[in-house]
């Protein structure tokens, strides 16, 4: 398949923050009162927007979430991204050897994305095509907005491929129409694969992947 535009996920695809957040999340939870471990925050949150995990706390435990919650994980976020984040192992040569329009679409606040990308020194590689879920009406698992990110970069959704990590956001790729790439790196390889992804472990792979080998220009 010959793409026209590369869709790239953030969070655990071009950086991993998946363990960090997680494990801010998983800790204001259980400040605020919620039972709420890391590893239930990996298995049923990685991929949705913060509010769709505020949410699913909600209907869990029968309460709503502070009303300064978002605020207490964002400050804490932040405070954990700065001070630790890095690029997912090997992207930023993959990122070189990929000579297609490219883009990101991620559950991420826009701020979020911004300072992760800026931190990792991948900002570059993307200028003002970041997309955030706060642009569309609902966020992965539905499609709106790889189909957003793909009208907006002016490419009909079928010549697009995706590189996601979750299975949130594999089903909503593949809801779009597009392709998806299944990056295991956060541990759903089986889960990446029940959603029709073509899945890989390795970020030296995706451009091969993508059609592009070492020495093509």
């Given at each position: 398949m010959s793409y026209e535009l590369v869709i790239?996920?953030?969070?655990?695809?071009?950086?991993d923050s998946e363990p960090l957040a997680n494990r801010v999340l998983a800790n204001c939870f259980q400040a605020a009162g919620f039972p709420i471990t890391y590893d239930i925050c990996v298995a049923e949150m990685v991929g949705l927007p913060l509010s769709r995990c505020f949410e699913l706390a909600a209907e869990w435990h029968g309460r709503a979430v502070p009303e300064d919650f978002f605020d207490t994980v964002q400050s804490q976020t932040y405070r954990a991204i700065r001070a630790e984040l890095q690029p997912i192992p090997g992207i930023a040569d993959a990122m070189r050897a990929i000579h297609l329009p490219r883009c990101v679409a991620s559950s991420s606040e826009t701020a979020?994305?911004?300072?992760?990308?800026?931190?990792t020194e991948l900002a570059a590689f993307f200028g003002d095509d970041v997309f955030s879920a706060q642009q569309v009406a609902r966020g992965k698992p539905y499609p709106d907005?790889?189909?957003?990110?793909?009208?907006?970069?002016?490419?009909?959704?079928?010549n697009c491929v995706v590189i996601e990590d979750s299975f949130?956001?594999?089903r909503a790729g593949r809801?779009?129409?597009?392709?998806v790439l299944g990056y295991a790196g956060s541990g759903f390889a089986r889960q990446l694969a029940e959603e029709g992804a073509r899945v890989f472990d390795d970020m030296a792979a995706l451009p091969q992947l993508l059609g592009f080998s070492d020495n093509k220009t």
């Open positions: 790239f996920d953030c969070d655990g695809v071009l950086v979020k994305i911004n300072l992760s990308l800026a931190i907005l790889f189909l957003f990110a793909a009208e907006q970069m002016g490419v009909a959704p079928k949130y956001g594999a809801a779009a129409g597009m392709d």
